[in-house]
Structure formats: C-alpha cells, structure tokens
C-alpha cells in the first residue's frame, strides 16, 4: 500500500508539472519545442560541422572551399538544380522534410545552418 | 533554360525545381540501386533540357512539366521501379 501510494506520487508529479506549461503555450509550435528540448537538441556547433560534411561531400564541391559563408552558386560554381540537390542531402542528413517554399530560400551555408538549427524536428 | 546563379527565380523555374525535387523524393522511396539509377536519370534529363532548351520558349517548357508531372506520378506508384518502364530518358521514344 506504501508502495503503491508512493508510485502514484511519482507518476503524478510529472503530469502536474507540465499541465500549467502545456495550458500557458500560445500554440502547438512552441509545445512542439517544448518536447524537442527533453531531448538532446542539436547544439549549433553540431549542426554547423554536419552541414559542413554534407556540402563537401558533394560530388561537384571543392572541399576545401566550403566554409559556413559560402553562398551554394556564387561561391561554389553550383547551379540551381544542384541546389535542390544539396538541400535535399541536408533533409536526409537531419531527417526533415523541407517544404518547397523553405527550400527555394536555402542557398547558402549560412541559411541552412539557421534553418536547421532553428528547426524543431532536426535530428 | 539556363541554370540560374543566385538571382530571383521565376515562378516557371520554381515549377521545375519543385518538380526535380518531386523525382528526387519518389527516388529515395524505390530500393536503393534502382534509387541510384533514377537519380541519374533524372539529374542527366533536368540538366540536358536545361543546357538546351532556350529559357523563352515558354510553351515547350510548360509542354515538358505537364509531360514530368506524368512521368513523376507513374514513378510514385509502388510498382514502379525503374525509369525503364517510361519515357523519362533523353530519346523521346514510348516504352
């Protein structure tokens, strides 16, 4: 009986907890981010290194040359169709999909890096 | 078309671009061979049109998405599992 009272605290705790979090959120972005942060989030220097990897290894890049500034096509010579190409890396390596309208903006080390970084779901 | 360098796309190169990643995405679904097999397909096909298709000659290009759409939708079917079975190669030949 002691003991079944003092699993029910336990199990109860958690729940008290996060009822007044999960009523304050505005909306279900910012409780989608509240659950990402229980588990590890991706720290930017983590994402910054990934990203990095991704874009050397790209056949038509010059490895040497990709920094976190690099702009895709100005920087690295690539078309807009390898664009798509890296993108589309990018989403494999953190396991995302990123919608058409998002992707089109991506051209650069920089903004992938942010948009990963920021993204709730990167993993 | 021309591969554009970093300036604003057109909403026609927007199509295009979606419709590539569109035939990239059916790809990963297929087993990995025949996934690499149509990524080269694809890329050669997107690139040859791109190179030869003057970027003004807006009928033909609406002409080729109409014609990728098909393509793309018969590829996303599960008993799709190669591009040997449609037209996506360079000759314009049906199979």
């Known amino acids: 009986m002691a003991l079944r009272a003092a699993v029910l605290r336990h199990i109860r705790l958690p729940v008290q907890t996060l009822t007044p979090n999960a009523s304050r959120a505005p909306s279900q972005l910012s409780l989608l981010r509240l659950f990402s942060s229980h588990d590890d989030h991706l720290t930017k220097e983590e994402v910054i290194d990934r990203v990095l990897d991704v874009v050397k290894s790209f056949p038509k890049v010059d490895p040497s040359k990709v920094t976190p500034d690099v702009h895709f096509q100005k920087d690295l010579g690539l078309d807009s169709l390898d664009n798509v190409e890296i993108v589309m890396a990018l989403e494999e390596e953190f396991k995302l999909e990123i919608p058409d309208k998002e992707a089109d903006k991506i051209d650069s080390c920089n903004l992938a890096i942010e948009y990963i970084y920021n993204h709730p779901m990167a993993g | ?95």
């Open chain 2, 1 to 95: 078309m021309g591969a554009s360098k970093g300036q604003k796309l057109s909403g026609m190169q927007r199509q295009v671009l979606s419709l590539y990643r569109g035939f990239l995405r059916a790809a990963r679904l297929k087993p990995t061979e025949d996934r690499r097999q149509i990524e080269s397909i694809v890329s050669a096909e997107f690139r040859r049109n791109s190179k030869q298709v003057d970027r003004k000659n807006f009928l033909y290009i609406e002409y080729l998405l109409r014609r990728g759409k098909k393509q793309l939708d018969q590829l996303k079917s599960p008993d799709t599992i190669g591009l040997s079975s449609c037209n996506v190669s360079s000759s314009k030949k049906k199979c």
